[in-house]
């Protein structure tokens, strides 16, 4: 049993027996030991030392801040869960992406009440966005955001400079009536002053849909 995992949970030692079954001392990822017994361990009955159960991404934790109804959360209760869940619940599937890398919650944001005090509702049609994606979730970092505006905000995003105008590639795409598949397949094989010529004539009657 020694190096198996059930969750959060990976055997380390053997303990004491117990009405003849085996006990196991067991490390969580939280860093805590926590004693199991070998079957419910085999089954992955307990897969944590407990702290999975008070961790705020188990939708099994009592709400108390009004932002449920009928068992649903509020968009913006969901999006404080998420940011909790991808930065401390090492069982979440975001969680290499963010707290593995050291992304990290300000010390008062692991309270919803204050999240709600600094950022407000959530707006219809935008979620959280870090404005330096290489810190963390605080006030100073955060704002809501647009699904636009957070992949303008990508550090993978492609920015081009053209005559002192430095755009984006969907920018250029709009400004240029190019559309961003024929721009980007452009740009591999041409400068940006050959690559972002606008179309003309027929070319540019298809793509803008005047023509059939």
Same mark, same amino acid.
């Given at each position: ?38 079957? /419910? ?53 975001? /969680? ?40 963390? /979730? ?8 647009? @699904? ?46 050959? @690559? ?17």
């Amino acid at each position: 049993m020694i190096g198996f995992r059930s969750g959060m949970l990976t055997v380390i030692r053997r303990s004491k027996t117990i009405h003849k079954r085996a006990m196991w001392v067991c490390l969580c990822d939280c860093g805590k030991e926590h004693v199991v017994m070998g079957k /419910y361990l085999r089954s992955f009955e307990v897969k944590s030392c407990g702290c999975l159960n008070r961790c705020p991404c188990n939708p099994k934790d009592k709400i108390k801040h009004g932002h449920t109804v009928g068992g649903v959360w509020s968009p913006t209760y969901r999006t404080w869960v998420s940011m909790i869940s991808r930065c401390l619940c090492p069982n979440s599937s975001c /969680y290499y992406k963010y707290g593995a890398k050291g992304i990290v919650i300000c010390d008062r944001w692991l309270t919803f009440k204050n999240f709600l005090e600094d950022m407000g509702e959530r707006p219809i049609g935008k979620t959280i966005d870090r404005i330096d994606n290489s810190k963390g /979730y605080d006030p100073s970092n955060c704002r809501w955001a647009t @699904a636009r505006e957070q992949v303008i905000n990508r550090t993978v995003t492609r920015w081009i400079t053209l005559n002192g105008e430095t755009l984006y590639l969907s920018a250029w795409s709009e400004k240029l009536c190019i559309s961003s598949g024929t721009l980007y397949s452009r740009l591999k094989r041409h400068p940006p002053g050959v @690559a972002l010529t606008p179309l003309k004539g027929v070319a540019f009657r298809k793509f803008n849909g005047s023509m059939k």
